[in-house]
């Protein structure tokens, strides 16, 4: 699949051909140079081939050979308390969160019990943060049974990090409340650098954009680190993805993440850590950065990793005490391939029915009508996205033609929706544009309908209908109806497309 990353597929421009990639390569790396992840410079030669290249690294013979490791290799081994390590190998790991959720924590605590006994107490009560937030705003028996389990087990292990609601009339009410897991672990200062963060959710990924290891697990395995802290992971080799040049200001992380997708598909991936570094990497914001990570387990990869940076502190001053220590791939480290992006190049994408890998340019999409939005979840569902979307909206003075749906992730993005002025508005908050845009009015905070959930979830697809959404899986079935279709796009695409009736690409109305 790697040799697409060259074929003339409508979006290859993106990639540098192998011309520009000496004169790239040959720039970036004076830019390099002055910025944290110079660390994880790679030697010329590499610099210059298009191809993913296999590694060529082999065990070392002695106990005594050091070699240079990756960030998430480095984070492994630290976490395994081994001086060394090589992709393949398999470590215990030392579990610094473990998170889980209505979904899967049920399932989770029962395996604890039966194999670790039913007296038995966590191995921390600090590490492990339960966090209700997919089926919550449902009269669903077994939906709402599975979120008193779970208060019942956080009380009775005295769980320091429990984000209960118990009143569903009015989420306001529960100030515990948070909403999406992954978007509450990063705003409640669970996401740390060098760290190792489980959870029993496959985008327990988007915590990557911490410089963190951080990865989905079972309900087995959680039962497992429950009891025990500790997990026995097979080491990934690394992929890493080079982005460079400035991004232009109709795309956002979401159309990254889509390029890279489509370039190595739904598998190319697998079991393989994502390294994001380059100059348009740096310049993401954290909530950006979370987008990138929050997909690579679409394309079937164990973790996605960010190095840490200014950003990253920055983010992390406010929201928690516990001191970290960043990691970063050694000069020499070996990547098992290295794909390089001229950002500059890339166009709106979305992601056709019904696979995340079936990448389009939006504009090649115009003719597809469809019969919805929807804008939430953990990948697009932040405050900077519906900033982005009410900034569509702004430009535009117009409209939506089709129902609009806005699923804030958590109860910090609905107040931001409801507090926060969109630049250039003269002081109008993204509530007040989406209601003058005739938006539905923003839900309360939950993982909604992105993953379908009981037939009386909000913005339910229980029609085959087509729908732009700014959520991360477009499978048969996975918004409410088997039948349904769904586009993934950024929210300058979703927003745009709102507007129209149609897939949109957002320069019609940003520029
Ligand atoms: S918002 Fe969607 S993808 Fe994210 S955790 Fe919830 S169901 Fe999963």
């Not at 991936?269 to 679409?298: D, H, Q």
Request: aromatic residues 8%; proline residues 6%.
């Amino acid at each position: 699949m790697a040799s697409s990353a060259i074929s003339a597929t409508p979006t290859s421009s993106f990639i540098a051909n192998q011309k520009d990639l000496g004169r790239f390569g040959f720039s970036s790396t004076s830019q390099f140079s002055i910025h944290k992840c110079k660390k994880s410079v790679i030697p010329m030669k590499i610099m210059s081939v298009m191809t993913p290249q296999q590694s060529d690294r082999r065990p070392a013979t002695t106990g005594s050979v050091k070699t240079a490791l990756t960030l998430t290799e480095k984070i492994l081994a630290r976490a395994s308390e081994k001086p060394q390590l090589i992709p393949g190998e398999n470590v215990w790991v030392n579990v610094d969160i473990l998170m889980t959720h209505d979904v899967c924590g049920p399932g989770s605590i029962g395996i604890f019990k039966k194999e670790f006994g039913e007296n038995a107490k966590v191995w921390d009560r600090e590490k492990l943060v339960i966090i209700p937030d997919h089926y919550i705003f449902t009269s669903d028996e077994r939906a709402n049974r599975n979120v008193d389990i779970l208060r019942d087990f956080c009380m009775e292990q005295n769980i320091k990090y429990f984000y209960d609601i118990k009143d569903l009339s009015n989420f306001k009410v529960n100030p515990d409340y948070k909403g999406v897991c992954h978007i509450a672990l990063a705003q409640e200062g669970h996401c740390r650098p060098g760290e190792v963060l489980l959870g029993t959710d496959s985008h327990t990924c988007t915590a990557g954009a911490f410089g963190q290891f951080a990865t989905g697990i079972g309900n087995t395995d959680a039962g497992f680190v429950l009891g025990a802290g500790k997990l026995l992971l097979k080491v990934p080799p690394t992929l890493r993805f080079v982005m460079d040049g400035e991004m232009p200001d109709y795309l956002l992380a979401k159309d990254l993440i889509l390029q890279i997708i489509g370039e190595i598909s739904v598998s190319g991936a697998t079991y393989k850590a994502m390294e994001f570094t380059g100059t348009t990497v740096e310049s993401l914001t954290m909530e950006e950065r979370m987008t990138l990570c929050n997909m690579v387990v679409e394309a079937g990869g164990k973790n996605g990793v960010v190095p840490a940076d200014s950003t990253t502190f920055k983010y992390l001053e406010d929201k928690t005490s516990i001191g970290y220590e960043p990691v970063y791939s050694d000069a020499k480290a070996s990547f098992l391939s290295e794909y390089r992006f001229d950002v500059s190049k890339l166009e709106p994408l979305v992601a056709k029915p019904h696979s995340p890998d079936n990448r389009a340019l939006a504009r090649e999409c115009k003719d597809v009508k469809i019969d919805r939005v929807y804008i939430g979840s953990c990948t697009g569902g932040k405050t900077e996205d519906f900033l982005a979307a009410a900034k569509v909206f702004l430009a535009s003075g117009k409209k939506v033609k089709v129902p609009t749906f806005l699923v804030p992730a958590t109860q910090k993005v609905w107040m931001d929706v409801y507090a926060l002025p969109v630049p250039g508005s003269g002081g109008k908050t993204c509530s007040q544009i989406f209601e003058e845009a005739g938006c539905d009015t923003p839900a309360s905070p939950s993982c909604g309908a992105c993953l379908g959930g009981p037939k009386d979830t909000y913005a339910r697809m229980n029609e085959p209908m087509v729908c732009v959404s700014t959520t991360n899986r477009n499978f048969p079935g996975r918004m409410g109806h088997r039948e349904g279709q769904i586009y993934l796009a950024s929210p300058y695409t979703a927003a745009a497309s709102a507007l129209t009736g149609y897939v949109t690409d957002p320069r019609e109305f940003l520029q």
